[in-house]
Every structure is written in C-alpha cells, then in structure tokens.
C-alpha cells in the first residue's frame, strides 16, 4: 500500500469514514505492537500501553494537519506511552515478570535461527533505554522507520540519535558476545554464573562481559560475526498474538464490521467471542473490538502485512512446514474417552531399534515462553521453569554416574494451570541404552559397574535423553536433585523438531528410533510427578498424581 493511499484513508478517516478508521487501526496497529512489545520485552503493560496508543491516536486524529506525518505521530505517541508507563511504575512493580518474553516471541514467531536469533535474545540484556531505543531501530533497518521518524519518536536530533544509536549497537554487540557464550561449555563461566538467578540485568552482563573479554574460551569466536543491521534487514514484524484483543470504545466512533464482506450480523457477533473465533480462524473487527486469532491447525504466520513493508535483497529466513500427519485413531473407538488426567505415564519397554514410531498427532500451537529463556540449565535441587502458552516444549537428560551414583529423586511439575502431556521420546537412546562404544554394553546412560548406577524410583517410567512434552496453559517444572547427580535442559520447541528427532533412526550411531506416546487426544499419557497444586516441597509430589 503506498503513501497516497494511506493519506486518502487517514483523511477519509477524519472526516468521520468509519470504516476508513477501522481500516487505519488495523493497518497500524502491528508497528505499534512491535514498538511496545520489543521496549518493554512483552512486559505484562504491553497491551495495555499498545490499547492507549490507539486510543489516543484515534481521539486526536482531527489534530494531525499533515497525513503524510501519520506515521512519524503515531510513533511518537506510541514512545510517549512506553516513557509514562516507565515513570509510573512503582518499587514493587519493578520486578513483575514478562507476561511472554517479546524476544522469545520474536523467535518463535518468525522462525529465527544463527546469529539471527543471537541478536532477538541479546535484546534481554539492554537497559530499558537501549531497549527502547533499539525498538525504533530494529524497525529502521527493516525498512519501517526512517532515521527522521525515529529521532522525531524519542525527541532529538538525527545528529544526537547517531550517537545514541551507535552506542545501543555496542551494548547490543557485547550481550550478543553473551549470549553466544552462555551456549558454549566454559567451566570457568559456569562457576561464574553458579550464583547467577537467570534474570539478566546490567550487572551480571558487565560480569560476564568482563569474562569473556579475559577468556581465550568465551572469546574464541569460530564463525564470522555478522552485524546485527545486516542481520535485521527484511526481517518481518513479529504478528500480533493470537488472542490479542484490541477494545476501542472511543466515544461515539464503535469500528464496524469490516471483515468478510456477506457475513450475517449474527455470525460476526458470535465470532467476536474469542472462543469461538479461536476456533473459526478469523480475524474480527467490530463491536469496536480487535480479536486475533488462528485456525488451531495453522502454524503461526510468516509476517504480519503493514502498510510500511518494502522488498529488500535479503528476505526474511523461510521455512516449509512439515506435513501434518493424520492423528492416530483411538484404540477404543467405542469406549467412552478417559477423561483428562486418567491416563498416567507408566514403565513401558524399550521399542525394538528398527521400530518405526508412529505418527505424531499435531496440536495447536501459538508458541511456549519459558522463564528460563530459550535454554534452561537446571542442575541444582530447586531451580525451576514455569513454562506458558501452547505447544511444545524438550526436556533434555544429563545424568552423571560417575560424578555420583544413587537414587534419581525426579523433577516434578506443579502449579499445573490447563493441560499438560506426554507426547514423545527422542534423542535416538533411551538413558539405559549402552553408550557407543561400551565395553559388552555395561556402560549405559545410567552408570555401570565400575561407576555405580542411577537408580530410578520403582514404577517411574525410564527416561529418554530426549523427552516432549505438550503444554497448554502453565506449569512449573523444577529440579529435585538430591541422591544422584544429573542435571535437565529444557528448550521450548515446535511439532517439526519432535517429529524430525523422534523419525532419526539407528544410523550414525543411534541406538533407536524415537517413540511417539500422543494419541491426539485427552487420553495422551500425562506424565508422572504432575499436580495442580503448589506444595513447599515440590519433591513431594506424588508419582502417580491426578489432574
């Protein structure tokens, strides 16, 4: 859509074009997010400061003299907002988490990987004005923003915001450094990081900034590094969530209903209730509410179109969806289904090593935040992840025998809010499996004679090295290491990485195939050590507790 057009709905719109007004809203409406979401880091303020930029923006329309400076305006109120929304928060707000990480978001949402993803998540580690700032930025080198706009937004020169910006790249560049490290092995840096909460702050990244620079380890950079404004050109804006409501009662001016154009004032009344429309896939406008959603079998979209996009040389990454399979049938089609929390994961044998699985089902997905980012090492009793959204979510095994044998007090899941499944087992071995290479196959995943062994608890079932599990609402999974030494890795992940590890076959050095444990249905193996409740002791939960 070019300038003309747009400065044709924004004075339509002000001269009381209802429907150019909604058009305006929903047209805009993703760069505001963006802004917000990426300045704030998908804070729970987020919608509310994106709903008071609309509003005010629509409220002062008749103001703006000049359509051809919407945008630059909006920009600006939109920064307006994120500074008031700074300056009102008080001391015990101050460490209220993120209702959804916008930098997880950025990832998962537009598929990024490499250095691209280095860069999403490096944004965690800016001072609120840098990452204010790197807001109007990363929009600048996609192509939505120019320089103008952007010293125009935070109230400075273009020679001032030269400066400014070029000093937010440094600080970008060296939590890029940290990011980059904390993926890697350096033993000096997990004892640095030993008392390290996980939250990152300007503190901790001058700590381990200081780290990296003295450490031939850290600063052992193998591949080229990329600047981050190479890496963002053309990269898309992260679409609005699914489920995000945008409600603008503004006065008199209610937006109409504007989507398909045929449908009966009945069906777009009952499609603005989010559940339904959940269900339908479509995105309303009316009753002067915005509601997003997406069909339950889509996988979430590539970009969000805005009336700012332009083509450049280097497209956002791509990627082809998997096929989705046809679930399982039930194995009592006539029986009355198991209600949720009946079906209990219980010890089973390992699959044959030429076993094929079977299909993997494939549920909703809008995507999994996880408080412990996008890698979270759990390797002392008590640390813990509370992972929210829908979708999929890896759980890796590290046991150590050697280091110290004895009985596996397992990780449990507590505070259970919505459902919770077993889905597959991956990673080409079960943890009992013999390691390659060992003498007669003593030596498993689990210890051996000379070692000593990991001992499960009677009736848990044995773990794989890779475990998927499927969330939908909130839970909390803590480590519980006491007896024997192990630590878990827990990734948020999508259908295709299970289906592609669970399908990885005895070549190359493994052992098995992966096992598929969903059945599509409610009646899909939770897993065990599960409660809705939230004991002192998460150790305590029972094996076999119901939901």
Known sequence: MDSQHWRAVITAAQAGDRQALD?????????VYNIVGRALNGHADVDDVVQETMLRAVDH????????????????????????????RTPERLEEPAASDFAELTVLRLQLEGQRREVAEAVRWLDDEDRQLLSLWWLEVAGELTRRELAAAVGIT???????????????????????????????????????????????????????????????TRETVVPAERLLVGIALVPLPVGFTLSLAFGGKTAVAATSAGWSAKLLGALTKPAVAMTAGATIVAGGAYVVTQPPHTPPPRAAVTPTATATSEPPPSATPSPSPTPRPSPSATKKADLYGTVVDAVDRAPDPDARPAALPRRPESGVTSTGGPKAVMQHRGDSVTLSGRGYVLVRWQISPHARPGGVVMPTWTGLKGKLFHVASGGSRRMDDPLPGAPNGYVTGMGGPDIGYAVLPPGTQQMWQNEYFYVDGTVTLTQNERGCDYGIAVFPSDWAAVDKDVNTGPAQGAIRYGLVRDTGTDSAPVPQYVTRATPADPATVPQRSRV
């Open 158 to 220: 273009r020679q001032h915001a030269a400066v400014r910006v070029q000093r937010m790249k440094e600080r970008l560049e060296t939590s890029r450094g940290i990011v980059r490290a904390l993926d890697g092995a350096c033993p000096g840096l997990r004892e640095l990081t030993g008392r390290w909460d996980g939250r990152p702050d300007s503190v901790w990244r001058k700590r381990l900034a200081r780290h990296i620079r003295g450490c031939g380890y850290c600063g052992d």
């Open 23 to 31: 058009e305006l809203v929903a047209g805009w409406l993703p760069l």
């Open 61 to 88: 329309l008749g103001s703006l003299r000049d359509p051809d400076s919407f945008r630059s305006w909006l920009v600006a109120i939109a920064m307006r907002q994120i500074r008031d929304r700074a300056r009102r």
